[in-house]
C-alpha cells in the first residue's frame, strides 16, 4: 500500500508545480518556458519519486526543501520575468497552499484509519481543483497584483517561507505527527492559520494596489482638468472677442461710409484690410448646451480643423447628464486629443474625426478616427503606448469609465480607430 501513498504524494508535488505556473510570470515565451521547464523539472520529479520509494515519505519530507524546493528555485528565477520578491512570494505560496493539502490529506488518512486509499482519492480530488481555482479566480487578480505593485514582497516571501519550514518541521520533527497525538490539535490550528494568512497577505497587497492607482487617477486627473480648464478659457477669450467685434461693427461701418463719401480710398483700403483680418478669426462654433462639453468640442475641433483633419459632429444629449459634467469633458477631450494625434500621423486627406452620441436607450458616445493602422493593446485590451511618458489620456478614460461603472471599447476596423463608452 505504501505505493499508494508514495504516487499520491508525487502527485500532489507535480500540482504543486502547476499551481507556481498558473502564477508564474516568464521572461521567455510560453513554448519555450514549457519546453525548459519539462527538460528539467521531469528528471528533477522522477529522481525524487525514486528517494521518496527508498526513505520514505518522513525522511523525504525534511529531505524535500534541499532535493526539490531549492533546486526548482534556483531554475525559476533565471526564467522569472520579476526577479525581486514578487518571484519569492510566488514560489513560497504555491508550495505551501500544497504543503497544506498534502497535511490535511496525511492526517485525514491517519483518522480514516491509514489505508492511504482516503489520501489518493482526496488528492487527486483536492489538487486538481486547487489548480482550477488558481487558474479562474486567483490568476487575474494576481498576475494585476505582480505588475502593479512593486514594494512589500519580500516582506510577505519571508513570512511564506517561515511558514513552509514551519509546517515541514511541525509535521515531521522528531516524528510524523501522527504519532504525536497530544501535539495534534496545535499541528491542524497551524494549518487553519494558513488561509487567514494568505487572505490578509493578499489584502494588504489590494490595498496598495489601490491606493497607488488612485494617486496615479489623481495625477492624471490633475493634468488633464488643468488642461480642460485652460480650453475653457480659450473658448471664453474667443467669444468675449467675438462680441467686442460685433460691438465694433457698427462704428467700423460708419467709418467705412464716411472714407466712401469723401472719396479718402487709401484709408478705406487699410480699414477694410483691417477689418477684414479680424474677420479672418472664426470664432469658435457651439455643439451643445453644456458649457465644459461645448467648450471641449469647440476648442479640440477647431484645433483638429486647422491641422486638416475632416471633421463630423452628431451629438445628442439628455437634458441630465448621468455623470459629472467636468469629468466627462475631460474624458471627451482625452478621445479627440488621441484622436488628432493619431491623425496627425498619417496624409491630410485621410485625416477624419467623427463623434457621434445618442441617447436612446441609454447615453452612448463614439469617437472614430483614421490611423496608420500600427496599434498595440495589452491583456485587457486596452490601447498601449510605445513611448514612454505617453498613454496618460487613454488611461483617463478607462479610469473615468471605471468610477463611472461605464462600458467602454477600444476597438480598430482596418485604418479606422474606434472608442465606444455607454453609460448605464
Known amino acids: 500500500m505504501t505505493i499508494i501513498r508514495d504516487a499520491s504524494t508525487m502527485f500532489a508535488s507535480f500540482f504543486s508545480l502547476i499551481l507556481f505556473l498558473i502564477l508564474f510570470e516568464s521572461r521567455y515565451p510560453k513554448k519555450k ?22 526513505l ?14 531549492l533546486p526548482s528555485l534556483v531554475f525559476f528565477w533565471f526564467l522569472a520575468k520579476y526577479r525581486d520578491g514578487r518571484f519569492l512570494f510566488t514560489f513560497c505560496f504555491a508550495d505551501t497552499i500544497m504543503l497544506e493539502i498534502i497535511d490535511i ?144 461693427f457698427r462704428h467700423k461701418m460708419r467709418t467705412i461710409a464716411t472714407l466712401a463719401s469723401n472719396g479718402e480710398y487709401e484709408k478705406l483700403n487699410a480699414t477694410l484690410a483691417e477689418y477684414t483680418s479680424a474677420e479672418d478669426e472664426k470664432p469658435l462654433e457651439n455643439y451643445c448646451k453644456f458649457t465644459l462639453l461645448d467648450a471641449v468640442l469647440s476648442s479640440y475641433l477647431q484645433e483638429a480643423k486647422r491641422k486638416n483633419i475632416r471633421v463630423s459632429v452628431k451629438i445628442a444629449l439628455p437634458e441630465i447628464l448621468p455623470v459629472n459634467e467636468s469629468e466627462l469633458a475631460t474624458m471627451l477631450a482625452n478621445a479627440i486629443e488621441n484622436a488628432i494625434h493619431a491623425c496627425e500621423q498619417i496624409a491630410p486627406d485621410q485625416r477624419y474625426i467623427e463623434i457621434k452620441s445618442i441617447t436612446v436607450p441609454c447615453l452612448m458616445l463614439m469617437v472614430r478616427n483614421s490611423f496608420d493602422g500600427v496599434i498595440a493593446f495589452d491583456e485587457n485590451d486596452i490601447p498601449i503606448s510605445p513611448k514612454k511618458g505617453h498613454g496618460f489620456g487613454t488611461r483617463s478614460i478607462v479610469t473615468f469609465c471605471e468610477k463611472n461603472h461605464a462600458f467602454y471599447e477600444f476597438k480598430t476596423e482596418e485604418l479606422d480607430f474606434i472608442l465606444k463608452v455607454i453609460f448605464q
Not at 215 to 233: A, D, G, N
Open 33 to 54: 518556458t514549457l519546453t525548459l521547464t519539462i527538460g528539467l523539472m521531469g528528471p528533477l520529479m522522477i529522481a525524487n519519486f525514486v528517494m521518496l520509494i527508498i
Open 105 to 248: 490529506t496525511s492526517i485525514l488518512d491517519f483518522l480514516w484509519g491509514n489505508t492511504y486509499i482516503f489520501m489518493a482519492v482526496a488528492r487527486l480530488i483536492l489538487c486538481p481543483a486547487v489548480a482550477v481555482v488558481f487558474y479562474k479566480w486567483i490568476r487575474p487578480t494576481y498576475l494585476d497584483l505582480q505588475k502593479k505593485v512593486t514594494k512589500g514582497w519580500y516582506t510577505f516571501a519571508a513570512i511564506a517561507l517561515i511558514y513552509y519550514v514551519l509546517m515541514s518541521m511541525a509535521m515531521s520533527v522528531p516524528s510524523h505527527i501522527t504519532q504525536r497525538l497530544d501535539q495534534l490539535p496545535a499541528f491542524i490550528l497551524l494549518l487553519v492559520l494558513l488561509p487567514f494568512l494568505y487572505l490578509h497577505i493578499f489584502t494588504t497587497l489590494n490595498h496598495q494596489q489601490k491606493a497607488h492607482e488612485i494617486t496615479q487617477q489623481e495625477s492624471i486627473l490633475s493634468v488633464q482638468v488643468s488642461s480642460l480648464l485652460s480650453r475653457v478659457e480659450e473658448f471664453g477669450a474667443a467669444n468675449n472677442h467675438l462680441r467686442e467685434e460685433r460691438h465694433d
Open 56 to 69: 520514505g515519505p518522513v525522511v523525504m519530507s525534511t529531505l524535500l526543501l534541499l532535493t526539490c524546493s
